[in-house]
């Protein structure tokens, strides 16, 4: 979410995907954990897949800011690096297990 209305839910769905992985990070978990209803994440958010979508929207966000400060490139540059990140596992694995026709 661009709004900032959501950025209570994103911070607490990345503490709790620190704690317990993707499949912890649930509606329920974190408006107990924020001490309020899972209506206010509705409010917010369509569902549990919008969250996770704002999760990674922002972390991408953070990394293209951070590549753009720790090197100075330019912002385009730096968000094709910030892509790397997210297809180097891929990569592997799909090294690691070649699908042959």
């Given at each position: 979410m661009t709004d900032g209305k959501g950025d209570s839910w994103i911070e607490?769905?990345?503490?709790?995907?620190?704690?317990?992985?993707?499949?912890?990070?649930r509606v329920?978990?974190?408006?107990?954990?924020?001490?309020?209803?899972?209506?206010?994440?509705?409010?917010?958010?369509?569902?549990?897949?919008?969250?996770?979508?704002?999760?990674?929207?922002?972390?991408?966000?953070?990394?293209i800011a951070a590549i753009e400060k720790q090197t100075g490139l330019d912002p385009a540059i730096a968000f094709a690096f910030s892509h790397l990140a997210l297809i180097r596992p891929v990569i592997r694995y799909r090294i690691a297990n070649p699908v042959h026709p």
């Open positions: 607490a769905g990345f503490a709790e995907l620190a704690r317990s992985g993707v499949d912890g990070v329920e978990v974190l408006a107990k954990n924020l001490g309020v209803t899972k209506g206010g994440f509705y409010r917010r958010f369509k569902d549990r897949a919008a969250l996770l979508d704002a999760m990674l929207q922002s972390w991408r966000a953070g990394r």
